[in-house]
């Protein structure tokens, strides 16, 4: 389990500093996200609450620190309140398929 704490960046900030982890947001991350979103069911995997999506994140299973992909099998949709509460080290259950 990944207990390191890490600052959650808004998407300004983000946008504003232009980093995904140590590089650039890619190109065709609005669009996945909304694919994983809509995969989902706008629903978190975490509290299986639906939400619109300003307030959703596509969190990665698999950390990309930690060799994971943007791959939409390595995403899954959580609210912004549940991302907040860990910075998500999610059980095996909540793998999507």
């Known amino acids: 389990m990944n207990t390191a704490k ?3 960046l808004t998407n300004q900030e983000i946008e504003r500093i232009g980093v995904w982890g140590s ?4 190109p065709y991350w609005e669009e ?3 694919y994983v979103f ?4 706008h629903r978190c ?3 299986h609450k ?3 999506d300003k307030m959703l994140d596509a969190h990665h299973i698999i950390w990309r620190e930690n060799g994971g992909s943007d791959n ?12 907040d509460l860990k910075l998500l080290d999610l059980p095996e259950s909540w793998h999507t398929t």
């Open 6 to 8: 890490h600052k959650r």
């Open 23 to 26: 590089a650039k947001i890619p």
């Open 32 to 34: 996945l996200r909304n």
């Open 38 to 41: 809509k995969r989902d069911g």
């Open 45 to 47: 995997s975490r509290c």
């Open 50 to 52: 639906v939400f619109k």
């Open 72 to 83: 939409p099998k390595n995403l899954t949709t959580v609210c912004t309140p549940c991302h």
